[in-house]
């Protein structure tokens, strides 16, 4: 019989290690919130619901590093919102409407996330990946990349992407993965994709950290800090080395592979 691990804190080092693995799976297509609570709770000894609170904690530092990298485009739409709320622009109103579709489907997932049977989640996580590789055959398959910009993106582009953002409160999912991947079957720039991504995770990381600062107090932790900074930094970092290579990445491959690792979690939790 496997008995759970007694839970401990971690110490500096240990913290460290989890900041960095959030920073660079944040912004990759792998589940950062699945591999930190892995880690965390498999190697490092935690409890289950104490390294998922850690994970969310984490999120902060991502959305921290998400508001350094795109201050400017951030900015601007706080200036738009509050000159003219009645008459946003193409990416101020998708930005809005795709946060308010991912915001109730995220939620309801995660308050019944321990509702649902391993098999339902399972069968979700399937149907997401086959979803996922028919969208990167098709890539693959095409003899241009989208050319669609932040300007030209529209109502039917903010709830696919906000349902995309929702969906990925299932574990194993990956929030950038799915979003991206949704922005680039619209036939949306690959730069621009990324750009959307990663601006329209800030609200949804900067709420989980908010949540997990507010229940379990982490902002008291000297080594919750130096785990917020590292992946602060971290995050940062991968964002800029993404951004410069966005146009040479082959995002049809990107998506198949996100697809394929998608339903062999599936098959596992199966």
Known sequence: MHLQPESRVVTLPEAALLGLIQGLAEWLPVSSEGVVTAVYSLVFGADLPDAVNFSLWLHLGTALSALAAFRSDVWDVIREIARRPTSPSPVTAYLILA??????????????????????????????????????????????????????????????????????????????????????????????????????????????????????????????????????????????????????LNFGWFVLVLGAGIIAGATLIW
């Open 99 to 248: 946060t308010l579709s991912s915001a109730p489907l995220g939620f309801l997932l995660l308050i019944g996330l321990f509702e649902f049977s391993e098999i339902v989640g399972a069968i979700a996580m399937a149907v997401v990946g086959l979803l996922m590789l028919i969208t990167g055959a098709v890539l693959i398959k095409s003899k241009s990349s989208g050319t669609r910009t932040r300007d030209d993106v529209r109502w039917p582009d903010a709830i696919l992407t906000g349902i995309a953002q929702g969906l990925a409160a299932l574990p194993g999912l990956s929030r950038s993965g799915l979003t991206v991947s949704a922005l680039l079957w619209r036939g949306v720039d690959r730069r621009e994709a990324l750009t959307l991504s990663f601006i329209l995770s800030i609200p949804a990381s900067l709420g989980a950290g908010l949540y997990a600062a507010i229940s379990a107090g982490y902002y008291a932790s000297p080594e919750a800090t130096v785990a917020l900074v590292v992946s602060a930094l971290t995050g940062f970092l991968t964002i800029r080395a993404l951004m410069s290579v966005a146009q040479r």
